[in-house]
């Protein structure tokens, strides 16, 4: 019953540009299958009502469909797909960007009792899981003062800590809670992710980037592992080739200058290392990328169903 009135409440407020008048939810409806698309996860809740997607971390590969969600808890370099989109049955799915600052204050007000004890080591920073019913009601609740602006400003900021509170404690709770964790190992990688992803044209040592976030090299490469399934560099790599196709999108007749601003200084590897991400060599996949019509610019397109 809760999937057929998301999908109604989906499809009656879907915009081209993904957003609604409630600040942080975002709705997606995509009506084909396009190939696999990079992209940055953002940290977001992802639910599907109807369609599937498929994502791509690394080596890790995270499918979903109706009924289940995704959590994304660090911004990282993904590859996504739907896998069931069509015209008639189009992707429809609902987004909720998750603020650190919100996962921490419920942390606060919840007593010890009240959070599920956490295993060891650091979690994925995606995680795939079934929806709870209670999660997916209080999805649709929110999504309901959609069409009641009075009620809106005061009840939607209820309602979305209801599904932070449902995600905290649920079966993915730990790569949740982790977000809101000041000192956490999580938020450890966190601040190595942030300050790749900000010098990544640069060349690092991973015992620098380890002292940063303030943890042994062999702890921080392990966890690092752990968070975003691949090594410190092969991060970079990933950052850089997928800031390479934006600029190649506007440029694409200057494939050594992009491969320059990005941090390779041989042509030959960018290249070689372009096309193995790729699929293509980089002025063939920017003449490709120019007649794609692409996602909503500031949208968390690799996650969203």
Do not use: C
Not at 6 to 22: G, N
């Amino acid at each position: 019953m809760h999937l057929e009135e998301l999908r109604t409440l989906l499809a009656r407020h879907a915009r081209p540009d993904w957003t609604t008048a409630v600040d942080g939810v975002l709705i997606s409806k995509v009506d084909r299958s396009d190939p696999p698309t990079p992209s940055m996860s953002g940290t977001v809740l992802a639910v599907i009502a109807q369609g599937a997607k498929r994502l791509a971390l690394g080596e890790r590969v995270y499918e979903y469909g109706p009924g289940q969600y995704l959590v994304a808890s660090v911004d990282l370099p993904v590859t996504g797909q739907f896998t069931r989109a069509d015209p008639d049955h189009p992707a429809l799915g609902f987004g909720l960007v998750l603020e650190p600052s919100a996962v921490a204050e419920l942390l606060l007000e919840a007593g010890p009792a009240d959070i599920p004890r956490a295993g060891g080591g650091a979690p994925s920073g995606i995680a795939v899981s079934d929806a709870s019913a209670a999660l997916l009601d209080a999805v649709v609740r929110l999504l309901r003062l959609l069409d009641e602006p009075r009620d809106r400003a005061v009840l939607a900021p209820l309602v979305k800590r209801e599904i932070l509170w449902r995600l905290i404690t649920g079966e993915q709770g730990a790569t949740v809670r982790e977000l809101g964790l000041a000192d956490s190992s999580f938020s450890h990688i966190s601040r190595a992710v942030r300050w790749i992803r900000e010098h990544y044209a640069q060349a690092f040592r991973v015992e620098d980037v380890a002292r940063l976030s303030g943890m042994s090299v062999s702890a921080f490469y392990r966890n690092f592992q752990a968070v975003t399934a691949m090594s410190p560099i092969q991060f970079q790599k990933r950052i850089r080739l997928q800031e390479a196709r934006l600029l190649l999108a506007t440029h694409p007749g200057d494939v050594t200058g992009v491969g320059q601003r990005v941090g390779y200084d041989n042509p030959s590897q960018f290249s070689r290392e372009y096309r193995r991400q790729f699929g293509a060599p980089p002025s063939q996949d920017a003449a490709r990328l120019r007649r794609t019509v692409r996602a909503p610019a500031g949208t968390p397109a690799g996650v969203l169903p």
